[in-house]
Every structure is written in C-alpha cells, then in structure tokens.
C-alpha cells in the first residue's frame, strides 16, 4: 500500500488549535459587532440545487462551483452534462435569497440578517486565496437606498475596528452613477456594460492604456475620446458631478452617495471613505450604491458589496430593495499579528501522584470544574516531573499536587506555573481559591 | 421559465434567526464545556480526497458519501468509477486522524480536541435524520484507556447537562469484553465478527429471534445454544463476570470498564451509567472500551463512541492510544424545548422622526453603539406608530424618541416596551441610561 496522503485537498486547510482559537475569536467579534448593529444569525446549507446557484454568477464564477455527483441509480441513468444534482454553495448571498423568498412570511419586515460561515471555490489556490474559506455577511431585505446602506457600512466597519484592523479606504460609487456617466459622454447604450467593465480595470491598467480596452469592448475612439479625456483630469469626480447636474440616474445616484458620505466621512475608526467614480465591481446584480474596500497592504479589497434591488425576484419572490456587504475574513486574518502560541489551557492541572491516587485526582478535578474552572487532568500517569512538563505543553496556569504528606495533612499543593511559586491549601478550599485567582 | 424550487435541497435545512440563534447558543454551550475539560479547538476541512474516505466505514457507510465531481479537463478525461475527485466529510473522526498524522509533531503529546461541525451523509431523511447536519466530537489522542475514557465521557456528560437535557443512561462494553466472551463460549474466531452483529441486535429483536439471527451468521445451534441459555439468565452480566474471571482478554476488558463505572457511578448530572455486555457498536475500528447514550425519549442513541487505539496508523502514524465520543447534537436539539419566538433584539429602537432628522438620528444610534449597547436604527422612516411596530417585531428593549419638542430641550424620549413607562433623559445621558439597564 502507497502510503496515503497527509495534507488536506488542494486549497484546503487544516486548523490547529493556536488558529482555530484565533479563528473562532474573531467569528466571535465580527458576530458581537454584527448583532450590536441589530443583524439577526442566519444560516442556510452547505450544497444547493444546482439551478439553485447556476445562471448568478456569470460565466467565470460558474466554472469555479463544486458539483456534487448523483448517487446509485440517479448516476448510472445521468448523462454525461448532468451528472450532478447539488452544489457546493459559492457565495452566501444567493442562497440568502432563496431562502428568504422561501420564508418570507416568516421574516421581519426589514430583515437584517448576518451569516459567518464557509463558501466553496474551485480557484487556483494562492496567498490569501483558497478553495474553502469564510465569509462574513450582512444584508438588509426591505429598506430602501440611504440608512440602510449607511448600517451595512457602519457593521462592516466597527467588525473590521473590532478585528484590530487599520488603514484602509472604501471606494465608494454607484450603478446609477455608472449608468448616469455612461449617457452624459454619449455612450451609446449597446455598450455601456463593456465600457464599465473597461472602466473597472483604470486603476490597474492606467488611463494610457483605457483606449484601447475601451476600443476592445467595442468603442470607437470618437465615443470614448471626451470620457478618457475628462478621466485624465486633475479632478475627475468634480468634472463629473457638475456633467450629471442635468442627468436624472446620475444625479439620483449622486444624491445617495453624498448621503453615505455626509452620514460616514469621519467617524470610521481605522478607515476613512472616499467617491471613485470608477468603481464598477464585477457582478451584474447591483442597482444603486456599491462600494470595496482596499488597503494597501494587500493587493485586492478585503470587502465588498452593495445594493442589489430585485435580486429575491430571482427566486419568484416579491421585488425588494436589498443591499449588503462581505467582509473578506480570511484576508483581514491573514494581514492582523499572526497567531504564535498554543491557546492559554485549562486554569489548573490535576496531576496523579501514583495509580493509588486516581479517585482522588478525579474527585478533585470534578470538584473543581464543578466551581466553574477549567481543569486538565493528568492522563499518563508518568513522574511528577513529567506531569509538570506536560502541564506546561498544555500552557495551564497552576499545577494541583496530592503527596502523601498532603493527603495526611488535607491540603493540596497549588503551583503557580508562571512565578514558580507554590502554595498549601485546604483540600476544600482550593475550587474557590482556583476561582478566586485574579 | 417554471417557477424556482425554494425549498433547500433534501434532507438539508434554512436556520431562520430564532433556530440559529437556538443553535449557536447550544454549540457555545458545548464548546465551553468541553474547553473546561481541556479539550482543544481544531478543525479540518468540509472536503477530502476521495481516498481518504474510502475503506474507513464499511459498505453501508460508503455508499452515502458524498462526491465532489472532477471539473474541466480532468472530468473529460475520468473514467466512469473515476468522476469524483473529493467527497465531503461523513464523520469528523476519519478526517481528525489524517490532520492528526499530518502534523503530530506540532501537536501536545496528549492531544484533546474538541470539534463542533457539519458531516454530510446522503442517508434518507427522516425525522431527526438530516443530511447535513452538526457533530460535537472531543477525542483523546496519546492517552491509554483508564483515566482517558473518563474524561471523554466527563466532557460529554457536562456538555448534555449545560444543554439541559436529562434522563439518559450510558450503555458501557467493551470491545475486549465482547473477544473474551466469544472465546469463553467456543465460537470459532471465524464466527466473532458476525455473532458480536447479531448480539448488538438483541434488544431491537429479542431473545427470542436471536439464535435465528446468530444461525444467519453461521452459527451452528450448538455454537449458539450456550450463549443464548446465558444471555436468557436475569442477570447475564453476573454470569458472564463469572466466565470472564479464567480468560484473560475479557478481565482486562472488565477491569477497564470497572474503572470507568466506578469513576462515574453516581456523579452525572441528569444520566446513569450501566455494563451492557451485549452492546457492540456498528464500526470495526473499536479496540477497548464502547458507549452509547440512550433515552427512552428517542428510540435511539443521542451520543457514542469508544477507544479505537491505532486509528491513526491507518494514515501511516505511528500507532496511539485514542479514544473519543460524539454527541448527537441535532437530536439533542430535538429533545430539549423548541426554540418559540424570534431572539430577544437589540436593547434600543433609534426612531427617525422625519427625513430631515436623519443625521440626528444616526447620530444618536452611534453614541449609544460606542457604549457598547446594542442599538437598531429604523430605516423606513414611516409614521412614529409604524416605527413603533417595528421595534416590538424585532423585540427590542426600549424604542428611543427624538420630537422637535424633545430637541429643543435637548431630551430624549426612552420608552420601554415592555412596561410601556416612558423617560425624558438629557441627550448626553441616554448611552449611559441604556448601559446601566438592570
């Protein structure tokens, strides 16, 4: 037999204890800071349907969906395009949808909901990029454009303060700016979408090289000569704005995004947010405000997201306002202080002076937990010396000691691992003196 | 286009906020108890290679894991046995070995882990049996039997009582039991494997049916008649202690179990536990010690596990010492009182009196936010009356109020819900009014 491979899947990881610690601390906080903000936990399941998540995600997200292959007789009958039934789910917003247009009734009539849980993509793995990793959710269902925009922003940002986060920028625009621009210089509309698409790309590509990924989206350089021009302005947002004066979308969407700024321009602890009329991002769902998240420590956004109007009409629910964002945890995890040291263990460590001494090492480690302390006990049974080694691995705080001399005399030896320090206390008192520790 | 299916896919459930809220209350629960016992966070991904599943549970077991189908070139080129390349997790033990064999070495010399997370099993669904669903395992690795399997069933135990269930027994065996009495009644070490299924089936088919069932395995009658005249005695335990004293694999298997009884006889809150010689526990890979949690509440077991010393040699470790338990959680959740009402929300309503108030508004819920209370900010800005409707849905503690009147001197309106008594506080004041709330 070859011997089998250790490592996780491709893409896949593995948590220790020191990270999975870290991990849960941080759902934790991003949880605490959700539901300060009214979020209500959600979940829906790993797998959907698969024309549950096809058709959401344009042609390039759709390659990256794990499939789940049909099972017995379902797989012996499938051909060869369908061999699949379910799908692992890619993102937490569509499936978010479906079930809130499955339940409705059952939801508030503004449903702020919050998700923390994994998302599955078949992308080459890389740094910072994986093939299972957590997304943190907020989504308002039934509130139009304005405060609610301004509360999935504010979760959002105290979740990133609250992680330790610092130093970075939300990009701030909106569709209807997008679509607003695209009429003012005379886009004709047939077109509009490549020329945001082109436009997405500026900050990578540079305005140089703009007309030619205009004219590869199918612009002719008379139509896309007065935009690259005023985008090479000093001051292109303020060319823009006094451009969409007379246009009605682009004006309507400058109203909300001035309304965004004014509520957050200043309060963002660790943040500051700015309008970049050039923020398209990529998914075709979004209707008003959109917004990402940068930082320069990392090459790409560490959240996103935005207002998708109608998205639940998808799924034959009513058409509703929505808007919502992600927080990329696993980036935001990967750029804070790493974690260097196995959790902090148990307050005390029961050792076992001799296989003699087992009932009343169990009896005090009961008694112990039972006054609402952690406790290890002592599982190898080996030399005194040995058990202090191991309760050192385990990084407890106190050892507990039960020689004979101190089974005559009723007390327990309690050591301090960390000053060395070693005190005698009556066997009854140590829960509450273990309790009592500062 | 025919109407979308909203309903999650089989056997997989939507958790709306009242069930999650109920969900993540238990798992934080469990998670405290078991981390009060010493046992570790850790976690391992929701997706395998294929081959680290296969052969690890049985016929039966395999044919209900699920597999993830190979994508792009390589799906073209797969043969029709090969179109799966991973497969999610069907239990939390088989992919816990692997990490563990993976990375020993960063790992304590007696390692305890906890794990509260999904396995998938394309069983058929049915009430309490979901294909998705959570397990709650803790595992000792690096231990022997003896104080090791007490623990295990410590951190159990605590765990089912913090969740408030109570009125089970623990079925106690032991695999060393179940070789010692094979021996001790002369059936051919060919016939163990097969007459240890058909003993395990006794207490769903009866006395009655068993040397039928025993004979189904091979069994000739006269293999059978001894066993089944003893197992038929009022107290086959007593008879079967007897006849374990000359044979020395079944006394060391009692002699086990007589320490865990011992240790735990009378100290589990809400439970009892008892030697049944005739449990024997579906999966092969059990070396010692065996229990499963029983209630007659659910005709079932809720928890299980046992010693499976060598598991990790499977992986090419080197061969340890584990034992582990796992709880049922969903059926626990079962069990206990069903969650009634949507989770208590937020403990303040900021209402906006008119669209020209926004900013006072928003101002106000960011003040009462940095104190730390938890804060909703209305956001369809409707008459006062449906506002206030609002904030009894989302079941929040006090709804605060900000009139031209109440501006002008500088108050707000704190209105509690519950009692309906309203109190004018200085604006200053209300962050520190809503934190010092008994």
Known sequence: MSKPVLAPASGTRDFLPADMQRRLDAFAIVRRCFEAHGFLPFDTPCFE??????????????????????RGEALERAEPGELADMALRYDLTVPTMRAVAANRHKLPKVFKRHQIAPVWRADRPGKGRFREFYQCDVDVVGAPAGLADIEVLSAMTAAIAGLGFAGYEIRLNSRKILKGMMIAYGVPEALHGGAVVALDKLDKIGIEKLPEELASQGLAPEQAEPLVRDLGAPDFAAVLRQKLSAEPTGSAGLAEVD????????????????????????????????????????????????????????????????????????????????????????????????????????????????????????????????????????????VLIQGPDDVAAGVVQVKDLASGTQTSVPLADVPAHLAGLP
Chains 1, 2 share one sequence.
């Open 49 to 70: 349907r698969v024309e549950t998540l096809t058709g959401k995600y344009g042609d390039e997200g759709e390659k990256l969906i794990f499939k789940i292959l049909k």
């Open 259 to 398: 309304q965004i700024l004014s509520a957050l321009t200043g309060t963002i602890e660790g943040g500051s947010i700015r309008f970049d009329p050039t923020l398209a991002r990529g998914l075709d769902y979004y209707t008003g405000a959109i917004f990402e998240f940068v930082t320069p420590a990392y090459g790409g956004s560490i959240a996103g997201g935005g207002r998708y109007d109608g998205l639940t009409e998808m799924f034959g629910g009513q058409s509703e306002p929505v808007c919502g964002g992600s927080l990329g945890i696993e980036r935001i995890l990967m750029l804070t202080e790493a974690a260097t040291a196995d959790p902090l263990g148990p307050t005390a460590y029961v050792t076992v002076w001799d296989p003699a001494a087992r009932d009343r090492a169990l009896a005090l480690v009961r008694a112990v937990r039972a006054a609402g302390v952690s406790a290890e006990l002592d599982l190898l049974g080996g030399k005194l010396g040995n058990q202090m080694k191991l309760a050192a691995e385990r990084r407890c705080r106190t």
